[in-house]
C-alpha cells in the first residue's frame, strides 16, 4: 500500500524533537545545580514528563504526517502507552546523566534501555493504528531503527553530561547545537523505523473511528509547545534562583569565615581564639590539666610597616603566620589578633618546662629554620606565657597576663620569652599610666622644655643649648625621660611629642629674639620613630617657617645607633634636612658600630661624644684620653666639630680643651634649665660682652 507524508507536519516533528532534546540538556544543568536529592528526584519526575511528552509528540506528529490511501485513526489506550514509555526512558535518561559518577559502562547501560523505551514507544504508537492484517516489518531497517535510537540515546546521554555546567563558556549555544544533532537522530530514528513497516494491500486500520488525525494534530502541538516552553522558562528561572541561592550560601559562608577568621593570614581571629580558649577552659577543669598561652609580639615589625610600606609589612605577616604554624605541634590553635600580635593555644601540657620549651623551640626555628619561601625572616617574635591555673582562670586573664609577660621579654632584649610574673602587672598599670599621661600631657600642656647650654672649646663662651623635654603629671608627678620616652616611642606618641617640641623651641628662640637676646642653634633630638615619617622634613620646615624661625638656628640630633639602622636611607634623611638650611649632628658616638664610610657620607655638622668616654678620661687615664683624642682628630678630618657630653670635672675640662674639642655640655658647665633662666644666661652673657 503507497503511502505520503504532510511536509509541514514532518517539519513540525524535527523542530518537536529538537526543543525536546535542548529542554533535556537544559533540565540536566538544573539538576545538577541542586544539592537536596529529594529536589533532584522531583526535578526528574517533572523534566522526565516535559522531556517525555516532548519526544512522543514528536514520533506522534510524525506519525500523524503519515497517511495512507485510508482513513487512518488511534487507538487511545494505546497511545497513552506508548506515552508512558516516553515519559519512563525519558525519566532513565535523566537519572542516568544526573548521577554523580557516568561511567562507560552506565553509558552504554543508560543509552541501550533508553534506546529501547524509545523504540518501544514508537513501535507503540504504530500499534494505535490496529492495522488488519497487521504491519509487516522489514528486519534490516527495524535492525536499523534499533541501533539509531540506542546510539542516539547514548549520544544524547554523552553530551547531556557534557554540557551540564552553566558555567561554561557559550553554554547556551553549545547546548543549541548539540539540540539539532539530537534532534536529527531522533528524527532519523522515527523515520527508519517507519521505512521498516509495510501495509498490506487491503488493508483496514482498527482505529478509524477513533481519535481525530486533524484535531489530535492540533492539540498535540500545542500542547506539546506549551509545555516543553513552559519547562524551559521554569528551567531557567529555577536555575537563576539555585544559582542566587547557592551565591548567598557562599556569600553567608564567606561572612562567617571573615567573622571567624583573619582576612590576611587566614588564621582565627580573637572571636576565635577566644571560643577555643574557653573551650580549653572547661576541658582543663574537668581533667585538672594544664595548658598555656603564648603571645607574641614581633621585633622591629613597624620599622618594615613604616619604611617600605603596607604591602611589604603584610607580606611578612602572611610569612610569619605560615612559618609560626610549622613551628607548633598540629593541634595547637594559632590565632591573629590584629597587626603583628599572634598567641598559640598550647593544650594538653603536662608542665611548664613545656610551655618553655615550645616557646624556646619556636625562636630556634625562627632564628635557624629553612623555608619553602627562600626568603630572610627579617623578624623575630618576643614571647610572653601565661599558664592555666596558675596564672588566672578566664580568657581575659590570660591573655592579659600574657600579654604583660610579652612586655617583660621585650624589655629584656626582644626575641626571647618569660613567664608571667605577678610583679609584671604593676609594671604594665605603670606602663598604661604613662600612655594616659603622655597623652593628656598633649592635651593639657604638661610638657615643657628645659634647655642645657653648650659652650665653646674654652669653656667661657656659649654656644647653644640642647632641648630636654619634661613631663610633670598631677598624679605620677615628675616622669623622667628616661621612663616616659620608651613608652612614647612603642605607643608612636613620639611623633606628635616630637613635633611639640620643635614647635616650642621655635616658640622659646622667637620669643628670645623678641626680647632683644642674640640669636643662639638650639639642639633637638629627633627618634626613631620621627625618622620613619615620610613627610618629616617638610613638616619640621612647615613648624619653623609658622613661628617665623631661620632654619639655621635648630640642628636636630640623631643617634649613632639608629643613623646606622639604615645608613643609605638617613643619607637622604640628611641631605633633605640640610637642603632646607637645617644642621645635622650624630648624638651619642662611639657607642654603636659605625661604618667609617657610611660617616663620611653623613657629612654631619657635628658628632657628639658619648658620656661614656668623656668619663673614661678621668676613669681609664691614658687609654681613655687616647681614645677621645682618635674620636676628635678623626671628626676634624672630617671637617665636623665636636661636642663631649657629659663634662663633671675640672679635668675633664683640661684635657677637652688641651684636645681642641670644639664644644662642650655638661653639669660643671651649665645643668639643664628653664627657658626664662635660658634667657636670663644669655642676657648676662650679652651683658658681660
Not at 497517511?67 to 487512518?72: E, K, M, T, V
Not at 542516539?152 to 548539540?178: C, E, I, P, T, W
Not at 667661657?460 to 613631663?471: M, T
Request: one cysteine or more; aromatic letters at 8%.
Amino acid at each position: 500500500m503507497q503511502s505520503s507524508y504532510n511536509l509541514w507536519l514532518v517539519a513540525i516533528s524535527f523542530v518537536v524533537a529538537t526543543l525536546a532534546s535542548y529542554t533535556a540538556l537544559d533540565l540536566t544543568g538544573r539538576i545538577f545545580l541542586l544539592a537536596s536529592a529529594r529536589q533532584r528526584h522531583a526535578w526528574r519526575l517533572g523534566g522526565a514528563a516535559a522531556l517525555g511528552v516532548g519526544i512522543w509528540s514528536m514520533h506522534f506528529i510524525a506519525m500523524l504526517a503519515f497517511s495512507l490511501p485510508i482513513p487512518l485513526g488511534y487507538d487511545a489506550a494505546t497511545t497513552a502507552c506508548s506515552l508512558g514509555l516516553a515519559i519512563g526512558a525519558s525519566y532513565l535518561a535523566l537519572f542516568a546523566t544526573t548521577r554523580s559518577r557516568l561511567t562507560p559502562r552506565r553509558l552504554l547501560a543508560g543509552g541501550v534501555l533508553m534506546g529501547l523505551g524509545i523504540a518501544g514507544m514508537h513501535y507503540t504508537g504504530m500499534a494505535a493504528l490496529q492495522m488488519a492484517p497487521g504491519i509487516r516489518y522489514q528486519p534490516g531497517w527495524f535492525a536499523g531503527s534499533l541501533a539509531i535510537a540506542i546510539g542516539a540515546s547514548s549520544a544524547a546521554l554523552y553530551m547531556a553530561r557534557a554540557l551540564s555546567n552553566d558555567a561554561q563558556r557559550h553554554v547556551v549555544r553549545k547546548r543549541f547545537g548539540a539540540a539539532l544533532v539530537m534532534g536529527v537522530a531522533i528524527s532519523g530514528m522515527h523515520y527508519t523505523g517507519m521505512a521498516a513497516a509495510g501495509f498490506a494491500p487491503g488493508a483496514v486500520c482498527g482505529a478509524a473511528k477513533g481519535v481525530d488525525a486533524s484535531w489530535l494534530a492540533t492539540s498535540v502541538i500545542l500542547l506539546t509547545f506549551a509545555i516543553l516552553i513552559v519547562t524551559l522558562m521554569l528551567s531557567r528561572f529555577g536555575a537563576r534562583a539555585t544559582f542566587l541561592a547557592s551565591a548567598i550560601a557562599r556569600l553567608n559562608g564567606q561572612i562567617v569565615r571573615l567573622a571567624r577568621f583573619d582576612t590576611l593570614t587566614g588564621l582565627p581571629n580573637r572571636s576565635t581564639l577566644t571560643e577555643r580558649i574557653e573551650r580549653a577552659l572547661s576541658g582543663a577543669r574537668r581533667q585538672r590539666s594544664t595548658f598555656a598561652i603564648l603571645f607574641m609580639d614581633l621585633d622591629g615589625f613597624k620599622t618594615i610597616n613604616d619604611s617600605l610600606g603596607h604591602s611589604a609589612g603584610d607580606a611578612v605577616l602572611t610569612a610569619f603566620a605560615q612559618r609560626l604554624q610549622q613551628c607548633v605541634r598540629a593541634h595547637d590553635t594559632v590565632a591573629r589578633l590584629g597587626g603583628d600580635e599572634f598567641v598559640v593555644l598550647a593544650e594538653h601540657l603536662g608542665s611548664r618546662e613545656d610551655a618553655g620549651a615550645l616557646a624556646e623551640g619556636v625562636l630556634e626555628r625562627m632564628r635557624r629554620g629553612t623555608w619553602t619561601d627562600s626568603q630572610p625572616l627579617q623578624v623575630m617574635p618576643s614571647i610572653g606565657i601565661a599558664l592555666y591555673p596558675h596564672d588566672g582562670d578566664s580568657v581575659e586573664t590570660l591573655l592579659k597576663h600574657a600579654d604583660a609577660a610579652m612586655y617583660e621579654a621585650k624589655r629584656a632584649g626582644r626575641s626571647t620569652y618569660r613567664f608571667f610574673e605577678r610583679s609584671m602587672n604593676e609594671a604594665a598599670t605603670r606602663t598604661l599610666q604613662i600612655q594616659n599621661a603622655l597623652h593628656d600631657g598633649l592635651v593639657a600642656g604638661h610638657f615643657s622644655l628645659h634647655f642645657q647650654p653648650k659652650f665653646h672649646g674654652g669653656g667661657d663662651s656659649l654656644a647653644g643649648a640642647e632641648a630636654l623635654i619634661r613631663l610633670h603629671d598631677p598624679q605620677l608627678g615628675a616622669l623622667t625621660p628616661l621612663e616616659f620616652i620608651p613608652v612614647a616611642e612603642r605607643s608612636g606618641q613620639i611623633v606628635q611629642i616630637g613635633y611639640w617640641v620643635v614647635r616650642e623651641t621655635c616658640r622659646q628662640i622667637r620669643g628670645w629674639i623678641d626680647q632683644g637676646l642674640p640669636p643662639m642653634k638650639i639642639a633637638v633630638n629627633l627618634s626613631p620613630r620621627q625618622l620613619l615619617q615620610p613627610n618629616l622634613v617638610a613638616t619640621m620646615l612647615d613648624i619653623v617657617k609658622a613661628e617665623g624661625v631661620a632654619c639655621e638656628q635648630i640642628m636636630f640630633e640623631i643617634t649613632e645607633t639608629v643613623a646606622m639602622q639604615d645608613a643609605p636611607r638617613t643619607i637622604e634623611m640628611i641631605r633633605a634636612f640640610q637642603a632646607s638650611g637645617f644642621e645635622i649632628a650624630i648624638d651619642d658616638f662611639g657607642t654603636g658600630y659605625s661604618s667609617l664610610a657610611y660617616l663620611q657620607r653623613f657629612r654631619v655638622k657635628q658628632l657628639k661624644i658619648d658620656r661614656f668616654f668623656t668619663n673614661g678620661l678621668d676613669e681609664h687615664g691614658a687609654e681613655g684620653s687616647a681614645i677621645v683624642s682618635a674620636i676628635i682628630a678623626l671628626a676634624h678630618s672630617l671637617e665636623m666639630d665636636v661636642v663631649a657630653e657629659g663634662v663633671e670635672t675640672e679635668s675633664q675640662l683640661d684635657k677637652l680643651r688641651s684636645m681642641m674639642c670644639d664644644e662642650m655640655q655638661g653639669f660643671l658647665l651649665g645643668k639643664p634649665v628653664s627657658a626664662d633662666d635660658f634667657g636670663e644666661l644669655l642676657r648676662g652673657r650679652m651683658m658681660a660682652a
